[in-house]
C-alpha cells in the first residue's frame, strides 16, 4: 500500500461543475497537508493546504481534511477548462519531507 | 513568481558525456530536493538537502551525484549519461518545519541520445 493514494483519472466534468478530487494517507501522524497542480509538461505549483480538522477555502478551492478518516479532498468549484490539470496529494509527516502521491488527472470539458 | 531558477532549461546530450544541471535559490530555504519525473508519471525523489554540506539519497536510485557548498545552491551532475537518464528533473526547495510546502523549478528536460 502506498503512503499516499489517488485515483489517477481522468476525472471528467463539464464546465461550471464542481469536481472533487481525493486523497487517503496511511501514516496517522502526518501532520500538513498540500495539494498541487501540474499542468502537462510544467512544474507542480503549489494551490492549497492545510493543517487542521475540517474544511479551508481560498476563492473556488477548497481544502477538506478528516484526520480519523486519513482523508484529504480538494474541491474545485465553477470549474474552468483551464483548471484541467494533474492534481497532486502531498503529505508531511514529521520529518519535514513531503510523500506525493500519484495524481489525478482532470479534464474539464466545455 | 518562483524564485527558484533551473537551468539549462532543455538539454540534449550524447551519451558518455558528463553533465551539471543547476539549481538556485534566493528565499533562503534551508531544504533542497531533486526529483526525476517522466511524463505523465508521478515523482520520484532522488536527492535531498537538509543544509549546507549534507546531502542524503532519495527513494529512488540514481547514479547523479548532487553537492551542497552554499546554502541557495543545489546542483546535480552525471558522470557519464545514458539514454536511460533521459527524464525531467525538477528542483525544488522548502523552510524547515512540517507546515510549509514545496516550491519547485520550472525543470530540465534532459534527453540523452
Known amino acids: 500500500q502506498k503512503e499516499v493514494e489517488q485515483n489517477s483519472g481522468p476525472l471528467s466534468v463539464p464546465e461550471g461543475a464542481i469536481a472533487s478530487l481525493n486523497c487517503t494517507y496511511s501514516?496517522?501522524?502526518?501532520?500538513?497537508f498540500f495539494w498541487y497542480r501540474q499542468y502537462s509538461g510544467k512544474s507542480p505549483e503549489l494551490i492549497m493546504f492545510?493543517?487542521?480538522?475540517g474544511d479551508k477555502e481560498d476563492g473556488r478551492f477548497t481544502a477538506q481534511l478528516n484526520k480519523a478518516s486519513q482523508y484529504v479532498s480538494l474541491l474545485i468549484r465553477d470549474s474552468q477548462p483551464s483548471d484541467s490539470a494533474t492534481y497532486l496529494c502531498?503529505?508531511?509527516?514529521?520529518?519535514?519531507?513531503?510523500?506525493f502521491g500519484t495524481g489525478t488527472r482532470l479534464q474539464v470539458f466545455p | 513568481e518562483a524564485d527558484i531558477y533551473q537551468t539549462p532549461r532543455y538539454l540534449v546530450i550524447g551519451t558518455g558525456k558528463k553533465i551539471t544541471l543547476e539549481c538556485s535559490q534566493t528565499?533562503?530555504?534551508?531544504?533542497m530536493y531533486w526529483y526525476q519525473q517522466d511524463p505523465g508519471m508521478e515523482l520520484h525523489l532522488i536527492h535531498y538537502?537538509?543544509?549546507?554540506?549534507?546531502?542524503e539519497k532519495g527513494d529512488l536510485s540514481s547514479e547523479s551525484t548532487v553537492s551542497r557548498i552554499r546554502t541557495e545552491h543545489f546542483p546535480l551532475t552525471l558522470e557519464s549519461a545514458r539514454p536511460s537518464h533521459t527524464s525531467q528533473y525538477l528542483c525544488?526547495?522548502?523552510?524547515?518545519?512540517?507546515?510549509?510546502?514545496?516550491?519547485f523549478g520550472s525543470g530540465t528536460r534532459l534527453t540523452v541520445v
Open positions: 501514516d496517522r501522524g502526518s501532520q500538513s
Open positions: 502531498a503529505v508531511n509527516r514529521a520529518t519535514d519531507k513531503l510523500i
Open positions: 492545510i493543517y487542521s480538522n
Open positions: 538537502s537538509y543544509g549546507v554540506n549534507s546531502t
Open positions: 528565499m533562503g530555504h534551508d531544504k
Open positions: 525544488a526547495s522548502s523552510r524547515t518545519g512540517s507546515a510549509y510546502g514545496y516550491t
